[in-house]
Nanobody
């Protein structure tokens, strides 16, 4: 079973930056669509950013221009660089791997991001 292990979450002040990492245990990582989702308390899980096997990216409108998703296929890792963080970015962030953005896919255990002064 493929494992996805997230890291990089934490507490940061508004305007600060964090970089999340998601390492996959599968050697054919490069063929998959990868994405970051987030879920705040009392809210539904939402797509933050996705990246295809070819490197095409898409972002939620709320993070466009502030967040950047990237992947390093040699390291089986996907990243989410988060800049200019806002309090409304506070959530548990989950890594997702699937054939497409709508496949059942696999999920990581989540990493908490808290933006607060």
């Amino acid at each position: 079973q493929v494992q996805l292990v997230e890291s990089g979450g934490g507490l940061v002040q508004p305007g600060g930056s964090l970089r999340l990492s998601c390492a996959a245990s599968e050697s054919i990582f490069s063929i998959y669509f990868m994405a970051w989702y987030r879920q705040a308390p009392g809210k539904q899980r939402e797509l933050v950013a996705g990246i295809t096997s070819g490197g095409s990216t898409n972002y939620a409108s709320s993070v466009k221009g502030r967040f950047t998703i990237s992947r390093d296929n040699a390291k089986n890792t996907v990243y989410l660089q988060m800049n200019s963080l806002k309090s409304e970015d506070t959530a548990a962030y989950y890594c997702y791997k699937g054939a497409t953005s709508t496949s059942p896919g696999s999920w990581g255990q989540g990493t908490q991001v808290t933006v607060s002064s």
